[in-house]
């Protein structure tokens, strides 16, 4: 058994346990460049597996400064500056191979030792004393490590940058040019987001800089064997392709992308490990490239006019950054059509196959909700298993203690990605024909729908997603009524201000009357008490608002419930308290027989023959379910003067189908009965 093998055994049974001096020194050199890749991978599971045991076992948790970096620092502070101090090229190079892999790894333990003092004039001396080719790579390799994290970046004096840039532009040596050039990206962008962050100065690049090192970037892709190399041009992509022009720029030239979709293992190899640094670097890049700018807020929305009415002052109005254009809705989409076009579906499942990184998975959830944005590409998502990919992602993500508060909210891009999914098409499409998929999506759209950082889009798209899932069958119904907290929520988004999120949440309410028992019951089925009347009167008003889809979810619900001589006895009762009961379903069967609408109320109702139905059922039900002759007259009467009688008359009069003439009759025959005796 090798050395690294009796290593990565020790570290696995006992996390915590201390490196022997001389079990260091082989660790530190097993991330020496000339190692073969197996080699390297496994030092990598080592040196994770150490820093994440002495983590563990801390015992004090939360206090700054941290303990347990304190006792990692102690650690690999004197290898590394042991081995930078040396004179012996082979162990300089060493110390920097080691600490590059450090900040890969636990980069927190390795600013501290980035930051002692002389630490970068020994670097810098090195590059004037000991030049060569490897050495100027893993040099290029640690500056860019270290110049993602705010606390190095101060420390990298400007003649780096400048060594950065000369080497940026090495066609002769492929390598170096990408690791130069990723280096320079992190630097810009992190010292330009400081300086942001700080108020002196803002984080726009110059495009100019940019467009060049993308240009550097996509010819490593394009013409690069070296995978070291690719890889280093991918991370800088993903950096740079936050911007408008680089990305309208890339996602035109299709030879680029279908070579860096191709980066993306169809199969996985048995022989080695995914690299993961370059699948994450891929996926990202793609979610730059798929990515709609970002909406504002309700809150959002309304301090930027709050802060607009508050400027009186009159400014010279500046002139528009014609970059802007190519991030605007239509440019986005026509973006997104050039990479499926390109074949970037076909990367999702390749890239999730068998990967344990959750920053792979939640690039391609994120990239996914783009694509779905155009109901068009959600037919080729389903078809490519876009449905069981993002169930993956979410599944991964999510355990049994998550609550609506808890849950991350980066996840809610996959969950509304498969929402968009579940709107379009019906659930059989969706999730196949297992029932188990179904239920598993429940849980995350309702999570999504109470979620305290959810956007009212994101709520309405779980209700409609909830809505058509509960269409599939009454065993869905009951698991989505059960899902803990939904159904309350539900009930308070129908008096949210939202015309939209009120329709879609009386539809889920009115699906769920119908397939659920425990809902019927709670609605007007059990017995009548306040809590029946209050849900039962909130129904009935929405029956008789002005938008039809929500008259239509809510008198069918109404229909539903006075199948139950609960809710006839509760809905009378409201009509005896109220007098509005009979006016509303006379509205539903025919408003034209109506008696003039009060001064104060200026809609003017249309008639649907979905409404009619359910108004002629709803009439029905309640009248024949009455037993006391006085109130049988009392209604015939009540529901005369509502117009109620008059319309059921003009509606058999005009010949309707069976399905309507029949209740129709039958209402019409018990109050003209009752009126006459």
């Known amino acids: 058994m090798s050395s690294l093998d009796d290593l990565l055994s020790k570290t696995q049974q006992s996390p915590n346990a201390p490196l022997l001096p001389d079990e260091l020194a082989y660790l530190v050199s097993a991330f020496m460049p000339s190692q073969p890749a197996p080699h390297r991978s496994k030092a990598y599971l080592i040196l994770s597996a150490f820093c994440q045991g002495v983590r563990n076992g801390s015992a004090v948790k939360g206090k700054q400064p941290d303990p347990a970096t304190a006792t990692l620092v102690q650690v690999f502070h004197p290898v590394v500056i042991e081995r930078l101090a040396d004179l012996d090229d082979t162990r300089f190079k060493e110390g920097i191979s080691f600490l590059t892999a450090l900040f890969q790894v636990d980069w927190e333990v390795a600013a501290p030792i980035f930051q002692q003092e002389d630490l970068m004039d020994l670097i810098v001396d090195s590059v004037d004393l000991r030049s060569s080719a490897e050495l100027s790579l893993l040099i290029a390799h640690l500056i860019s490590q270290a110049a993602g994290h705010k606390p190095c970046r101060a420390l990298i004096p400007s003649q780096t940058t400048e060594w950065l840039e000369l080497h940026s532009s090495d066609e002769a040596d492929p390598p170096l040019r990408a690791a130069a050039s990723i280096a320079l990206v992190k630097l810009s962008r992190g010292r330009a987001n400081d300086a942001a962050a700080s108020g002196l100065g803002d984080s726009q690049q110059p495009v100019g800089q940019d467009d060049e090192l993308a240009d550097v970037m996509k010819d490593l892709v394009l013409s690069g064997e070296d995978q070291s190399s690719i890889a280093d041009a991918v991370e800088g992509l993903a950096y740079l392709s936050v911007d408008p022009v680089v990305k309208d720029a890339l996602s035109k030239d299709t030879a680029f992308l279908k070579r860096l979709f191709a980066l993306v293992p169809k199969r996985k190899s048995t022989n080695s490990e995914p690299n993961t640094t370059l699948l994450f670097g891929v996926l990202v890049t793609i979610s730059n490239l798929c990515a709609y700018r970002p909406r504002m807020t309700e809150e959002q929305s309304q301090i930027a006019k709050l802060k607009r009415m508050a400027d009186t002052t009159k400014k010279p109005q500046e002139p528009e950054d014609p970059s802007a254009k190519l991030d605007d809705d239509e440019s986005v989409k026509a973006r997104i059509k050039r990479l499926v076009a390109a074949g970037v579906l076909d990367v999702f499942p390749a ?250 109320d200026e809609r003017s109702m249309e008639s649907d023959p979905g409404l009619v139905h359910r108004g002629i059922v709803c009439a029905r039900n309640l009248v024949v379910s009455i037993k006391d002759d006085a109130m049988r007259k009392e209604v015939a009467k009540q529901a005369t003067e509502a117009g109620l009688v008059q319309g059921l008359v003009n509606i058999v009069r005009s010949s309707p189908a069976e399905v309507l003439l029949k209740p129709a009759m039958e209402c019409l025959k018990c109050l003209l009965d009752n009126l006459k005796s």
């Open 351 to 600: 890239a999730l196959t068998g990967t344990d990184s959750p920053g792979i998975r939640l690039s391609a959830g994120k990239a996914l909700l783009s694509i779905v944005e155009d109901r068009d590409n959600r037919g080729r998502v389903l078809q490519v298993g876009g449905a069981k990919l993002l169930s993956i992602i979410i599944k991964h993500a999510m355990t049994a203690e998550v609550t609506p508060k808890t849950l991350d909210v980066s996840l809610l891009d996959p969950i509304q990605a498969l929402a968009k999914l579940a709107i379009t098409a019906s659930p059989l499409q969706v999730f196949g024909p297992n029932d188990g998929a179904i239920y598993d999506a429940i849980r995350p759209l309702s999570l999504m729908l109470q979620h305290p950082q959810g956007t009212l889009l994101q709520r309405f798209e779980a209700l409609m997603a909830l809505t058509n899932l509960s269409s599939h069958s009454a065993e869905t119904s009951t698991r989505i009524a059960k899902a803990d907290g939904l159904l309350s929520n539900v009930e308070l988004l129908l008096l949210e201000d939202h015309q939209l999120i009120r329709r879609a949440s009386m539809e889920l309410i009115c699906n769920l009357i119908s397939g659920s028992d425990a809902v019927f019951e709670r609605y007007g089925g059990a017995e009548n008490n306040t809590a029946t009347q209050s849900k039962l009167q909130i129904i009935v008003a929405m029956s008789d608002v002005e938008d039809l889809g929500t008259r239509l979810a809510a008198s069918g619900a109404l229909a539903t419930l006075t199948d139950s001589p609960t809710a006839c006895a509760a809905v009378l009762e409201l009509q005896a308290e109220r007098h509005r009961v009979l006016p509303i379903l006379a509205q539903l069967v025919d408003p034209s027989a109506c008696p003039a609408n009060d001064e104060d």
